[in-house]
């Protein structure tokens, strides 16, 4: 009696895995259609997908490139700064569609040409690939936490970047290097009040001190 309670068992927990695998599947097939992977244009011209595979695009469309064909066919070309490729498009645009404006597709890359099934506009916003940048945590991440961020047109912060090489990061969390002034010691010469009469800015302060200061 024992041993048939114990093979029961085991089947039920058979058909248990074997049902989670097969709506796993299913699932997993049912999403299949739905996800479609984000390409910069730089990205679709360095590694070309292949003709069957359905992608997003994102950029700026180029300015000169929007030619409105026949019917509703449109052509242009995106940009992400890098790199351009051309659109195809036969549709309705978004209202907010121009050139020098984001904009998002979807479709196919053939024969060097974005096949698109639709497109959309995004208005003051600048599609460009995101870049992640160092930024400081501050005193509640502590010691072992790091804090990253990207770029975004609503953001309120400062991202610094360097002229002489990739390195970037936000004002908080940017490496300045070694100083070359010493700031430690003590300001020489006694503090005295000087009068700048109709001195409105630094740039005339500076061009007049010695006139202000009596030297």
């Known amino acids: 009696m024992k041993s048939l309670k114990k093979q029961r068992r085991i089947q039920i927990i058979g058909v248990a895995v074997v049902a989670l695998v097969l709506s796993t599947a299913l699932i997993g097939y ?12 730089s990205q679709v011209i360095a590694e070309p997908p292949g003709p069957t595979e359905v992608f997003r695009i994102g950029g700026l469309v180029e300015e000169g490139s929007l030619v409105r064909g026949n019917g509703l066919t449109i052509r242009f070309s995106v940009t992400d700064g890098g790199a351009a490729v051309p659109v195809t498009y036969s549709g309705v645009l978004p209202d907010l569609f121009e050139e020098n404006q984001g904009m998002v597709g979807t479709g196919r890359y053939i024969n060097g040409t974005f096949e698109a099934t639709e497109i959309l506009a995004k208005h003051d916003e600048t599609y460009m690939p995101k870049e992640v940048v160092e930024a400081e945590s501050g005193p509640i991440g502590g010691s072992g936490s790091h804090e990253f961020m990207v770029p975004s047109p609503t953001g309120e912060d400062v991202i610094l970047k360097s002229d002489k090489g990739n390195y970037a990061a936000n004002v908080e969390k940017c490496e300045t290097g070694s100083r070359t002034h010493d700031f430690s010691g003590e300001p020489t010469g006694d503090l005295k009040e000087v009068q700048t009469p109709q001195c409105t800015s630094i740039d005339e302060l500076c061009a007049n001190w010695k006139r202000f200061a009596g030297g």
């Open 30 to 41: 049912a999403m299949r259609d739905g996800i479609n992977f984000f390409r910069a244009p």
